[in-house]
Every structure is written in structure tokens, then in C-alpha cells.
């Protein structure tokens, strides 16, 4: 019994570490890399995009850095220093459907997250110029979607003329945003090399730009 106790109060104790305040310090701005302490230790080095101990950073010039902290966007200065608490919470939900989903920009400007199709964890890309979500062959194996079956295309690629496939895959997830029996291009071979996101979703949902973060809300 004793035994059982210490490896509950070592689990709490583990635990309550884990979600204890994300404190940061900018101590080196540069332009798109800054230096930042973590929690009181070493000077480390983020490259924008890059992610360490929780820690993001979007964007840096020698003014200011912009980052993503425990989910959380925070614009610091030189010798600015912030404390985020964490949250058992994954950001972005907050229990509910159809939450907004918060993306940052990279250093050209695109945006990137992570969707799922039929429950299946894949990287995407916002693409406006996109009529409908579209995807590499490999991907929608790895989704186990049997594309196949779909309507057969021949379509003009930089590598030439490949197959494409049309058909509707049974559901697209956003953050806790769920879509069903959406229509999917297939393309074989590797391109694209993310999930495009096209208009067939991003029209359901309300864009907002600010700076380098772009808000998707659900509209219906």
C-alpha cells in the first residue's frame, strides 16, 4: 500500500509539474530568430516556425518577436519576459464544436495546420486558389481512403499527365470543426505534398487576417 501511495504522489507530482507556468525572456532579436530563456535556463535560439519546450516563434525582427506560448499569442520585446500558465487543455479546444482554429503565418506567408480525414492525422495547407481539398496519392492511402473508386481525371501536372481522382471522403476535422461527405482530388504520385485545403471547406468558414495570425470561425 505504501508502494502504491508514492507512485500516486509521484504521479501528481509529475503532473502538477507539467502544467506549471511557461515563463520566457527575450534576451537576442534578429530578424526572424530570437534568443529566449526558458523557465530560468540556458540562452537558447528559435528560428521562426521553430518550437522548443512549448515555446514558438512566428516571427522576429530586431523590435519585437511574435510567439505561440502554451497556445498563446505573445508579442515581446528586447528584455521582455512573460509567464504563460499551462493548460491541461490542448489549445485551440475548448470542449466544444466548432471552436476557432488559429493559424500562424511561416516566413513566406502560408498558412499551416493539421487536419484529420476519416480520423487520420495529415498536414494541410490553406489554399484559396484551390476548388476543392486536394491530396497526394500517398496520403490517401495513409488515410485509407480507396480513391479509385472515385471519378478518374487526367490532369496537367509540372511532371506531366497523371491521374486524378474525385469522389467524397466521409469526414474532414479542423480543431473540434467537423465536415462530412466532402468532395477530395486525389492526385497520383506526391504532389501536392500537403492536404490543400480548398474552397469546398474554406467557405464554410469566416477568415480573419491580423498581422501573421489568421482566425478560421465556422460559419454554419
Known amino acids: ?3 502504491q501511495g508514492l507512485i500516486c504522489l509521484l504521479a501528481s507530482m509529475l503532473a502538477t509539474q507539467a502544467l506549471a507556468d511557461r515563463r520566457v525572456n527575450v534576451v537576442g532579436l534578429f530578424s526572424n530568430k530570437a534568443i529566449v530563456t526558458i523557465n530560468g ?3 537558447q535560439s528559435l528560428s521562426a ?3 522548443k519546450d512549448g515555446v514558438k516563434l512566428v516571427t522576429a525582427d530586431s523590435g519585437s518577436a511574435t510567439f505561440v506560448i502554451e497556445g498563446k499569442r505573445q508579442v515581446l520585446k528586447m528584455g521582455q519576459a512573460v509567464s504563460v500558465a499551462a493548460s491541461a487543455t490542448p ?3 475548448d470542449g466544444g464544436a466548432n471552436s476557432p482554429v488559429n493559424l500562424y503565418a511561416d516566413v513566406n506567408g502560408h498558412f499551416h495546420g493539421n487536419l484529420s480525414i476519416n480520423g487520420v492525422s495529415l498536414k494541410y495547407l ?4 484551390a476548388t476543392t481539398v486536394a491530396m497526394n496519392s500517398g496520403d490517401a492511402k495513409y488515410a485509407r481512403i480507396d480513391y479509385e473508386k472515385g471519378e478518374r481525371v487526367p490532369v496537367s501536372t509540372a511532371n506531366g ?3 486524378a481522382y474525385y469522389l467524397k471522403v466521409n469526414s474532414l476535422k479542423i480543431g473540434t470543426n467537423i465536415f ?3 468532395d477530395v482530388g486525389v492526385v497520383e504520385g506526391g504532389s501536392p505534398t500537403e492536404v490543400l485545403l480548398g474552397m469546398n471547406v474554406l467557405n464554410q468558414l469566416d477568415m480573419k487576417r491580423e498581422n501573421s495570425v489568421l482566425t478560421m470561425t465556422r460559419k454554419y
Request: glycine letters at 18%; aromatic letters at 4%.
Open 180 to 182: 462530412y461527405n466532402v
Open 1 to 3: 500500500m505504501k508502494a
Open 91 to 93: 489549445a485551440g479546444a
Open 41 to 43: 535556463g540556458a540562452p
Open 49 to 51: 516556425g521553430q518550437t
Open 126 to 129: 490553406v489554399d484559396t486558389g
Open 161 to 163: 499527365i497523371v491521374n
